[in-house]
């Protein structure tokens, strides 16, 4: 026993009760309810009484030990007798003596977790019980169980006090008895049964024995029937099943149709201001020249232009959320890349703005298109100036950035282990979790009517996604915003920085010959006229057949112009057939949406290149020049 408490002799009928009153009283001490304190106290005298009768006495030791890993109340009940004869058919409930000594056994038995009897003839008895101190009270301490067995020296139950204290056990009982006397009833109604005699019993076994082999002979055939009904509720719970998958996929294809809704009518409302603009510019120039008024169309000029880049701008942030951007990846130097457009982030922010920039020293190249990362930084700078209306500090930071292969964040989203991290930080107004949510959803903006179209952050996303990155967006509201972007790091030594562009005037050409193929008749007229007029000769075709059929001739192709996206044969499919019988032509792709063009990475061989719609007639000309002088592949 690890710790003991007190120890108590029985010697006479009045220590029994003694023992019971103190067992009780500890028990409630150290945490016991009172059904457990009487229950214990019950089982304790119960073996007290059982010592002081068969074997003229004893001792009563109390303590608290460990039971399966738990603290537990133990009581070990000590005797000098004669030992006990009939144990194990005590144990096992088969002895019944006239002195109800088995029954006294068997009753503490159950009522204990822990009950352990050694005995041996002419040696006397120890029997131990244990019962587990209830869970949610503070262990006991050697201090604790020390005091409490001073405490209890100074305990002084005097026999009558002990069985006034059983009487109101046992008044307390009456209650529980009387609910178990019809119980009790039928016991007594089946012991009377069974007393009835060995003849009534077998007449039982033997009609039990009948019913037995009857539902044998037609066990076979209950069998089938169960079969088939469980068969036939595994048909009903197969279709329950695809009735349910059916309704689930009806739920998926409303929740598409509702965010297809959301889509187009964002895109509708943002055209119809687009072509407003267009359309009411150039209704203007032709009324003022049905007039003869030559003064204001720059103007008007100038208007439609604004307007079509705009709607340029939307398109390619449709397909960069869409993840179908044609994109020219390069290995990029983003900290050099941020200092180039150090001039222009400060004039996009306000004199009440503090712009920092925190470069990592040795960062890493990785592979991006730099023109739109610059486009991604631009958006989230504007974000951020736009979220500090009185001023605050903006941080664009770069790091170098690893993560580990068990990090699920970031490892379900296919980033490598090692990245570059662009981060732009604000001191502004912030965002609730539930904003920060819908952030990079199309067309969602907290920015008043007008002034935000909500495609920058989903342009964002789908460019970092679409260069195998991320983007993350990190918020609290009155205390600003952090969107990190992280790009996988790319080993060539070798990086670059977009150069800005300067409009000069267009490249001629010197006689070349450039097939043309597209099927959208006026964007293929407007190429092969501005072709003409700088010097080129050209030829043309509606479709990818009609191409190959040119390609096939022996006429002077010098470059080969074609969309990708063209009926019969796609664009890559003519190009890869033109070089089976021209291995050396030079092909320039120019593409609005293309899937299988979405990156040039595995699309784009030696000698191609690629031209996004819209694109200016300059850039165009620009880019066939270099094809041509062979500087552009």
């Known amino acids: 026993m690890k710790w003991p408490l007190v120890t ?23 945490g016991f309810g009172a059904p457990d304190q ?3 106290a019950t089982a304790v005298s119960e073996i007290a009484r059982n010592a002081h009768d068969y074997a003229g006495g004893g001792r009563v030791e109390l303590g608290v030990d460990v039971i399966t890993g738990r603290q537990a109340l133990v009581v070990r009940i000590v005797d000098q007798g004669p030992g006990i004869a009939e144990l194990s058919a005590i144990l096992e409930g088969r ?87 019809e119980e009790a009833r039928r016991l007594n109604a089946e012991l009377a049964e069974t007393n009835r005699g060995v003849v009534a019993l077998y007449a039982e076994l033997e009609t ?8 044998g002979a037609t066990l076979e055939s209950q069998v089938s029937e169960r079969t088939i009904e469980l068969a036939q509720a595994n048909e009903r719970l197969k279709a329950e099943a695809e009735e349910r998958e059916r309704m689930g996929e009806d739920l998926r294809q409303s929740q598409k149709m509702e965010a297809v809704g959301q889509l187009t009518g964002g895109i509708a409302h943002d055209f119809n201001n687009l072509l407003t603009g267009i359309v009411g510019s150039l209704d203007l120039m032709q009324t003022r020249m049905r007039q003869g008024r030559t003064e204001n169309l720059q103007r008007y000029i100038e208007t439609a232009m604004a307007s079509a880049n705009r709607a340029a701008a939307l398109t390619h942030r449709l397909l960069a959320f869409a993840r179908r951007q044609p994109l020219d990846p390069k290995p990029t130097d983003v900290n050099a890349l941020i200092g180039g457009m150090s001039d222009l982030l400060r004039r996009t922010t306000s004199e009440a703005i503090e712009l920092r920039v925190l470069s990592e020293p040795a960062l890493w190249p990785t592979l991006c298109d730099p023109h739109q990362l610059e486009n991604a930084i631009l958006n989230l700078v504007i974000n951020a100036r736009d979220a500090m209306p009185n001023g605050g500090v903006l941080t664009i930071a770069t790091t170098n950035g690893r993560h580990e292969a068990k990090d699920p964040d970031l490892r379900n989203l296919g980033l490598t282990s090692e990245y570059v991290c662009i981060s732009v930080s604000d001191t502004g107004t912030g965002m609730p979790p539930e904003v920060v949510a819908r952030a990079f959803d199309p067309f969602f903006t907290t920015k008043p009517l007008g002034q935000g179209t909500g495609l920058g952050l989903s342009m964002i996303y789908g460019f970092a996604r679409q260069s195998e990155g991320q983007a993350h967006i990190e918020s609290v509201v009155g205390r600003g915003t952090t969107v990190t972007i992280r ?22 050409g010197a006689g070349e010959t450039v097939l043309v193929v597209e099927d959208e008749q006026t964007v293929r007229d407007l190429i092969v006229e501005v072709l003409h007029d700088l010097g080129y000769k050209t030829l043309q075709a509606g479709d990818g057949p009609s191409g190959l059929r040119v390609i096939q001739s022996s006429v002077q192709i010098d470059l080969l112009v074609s969309d990708v996206g063209l009926p019969g044969l796609n664009g890559r499919q003519l190009a890869d057939q033109a070089r089976e019988t021209r291995p050396d032509l030079k092909v320039l792709f120019i593409t609005g949406y293309a899937e299988s063009a979405a990156t040039p990475s595995g699309f784009l061989d030696p000698g191609m290149a690629m031209i996004t719609k819209p694109f200016a007639v300059d850039t165009l000309m620009s880019r066939i020049r270099d094809m041509i002088e062979g500087n552009g592949s």
Do not use: C
């Open 8 to 30: 108590m002799m029985i010697a006479h009928e009045d220590d029994i009760f003694t023992v019971r009153q103190r067992v009780r009283r500890v028990a409630g001490q150290v």
């Open 38 to 40: 009487t229950r214990i």
């Open 95 to 181: 002895y019944r003596s006239a002195t109800g000594l088995g029954i006294g056994i068997t009753g503490s038995r159950r009522l204990m977790d822990r009950f352990d009897v050694l005995t041996k003839p002419g040696a006397g008895t120890t029997v131990t019980l244990g019962k587990v101190i209830p869970a949610g009270r503070s262990p006991l301490t050697g201090p604790a169980v020390a005091a409490l067995a001073e405490a209890m020296r100074g305990w002084s139950e005097g026999p009558q006090a002990a069985m006034r204290e059983q009487n109101r056990e046992l008044l307390a009982s009456l209650a529980d008895l009387s609910e178990r006397e």
């Open 208 to 215: 039990q024995a009948g019913q037995l082999r009857e539902a």
């Open 487 to 508: 790009l996988p790091r790319n080993a060539a030594s070798h990086v670059e920085v977009a150069p800005a562009t300067e409009i000069g005037e267009l490249p001629r």
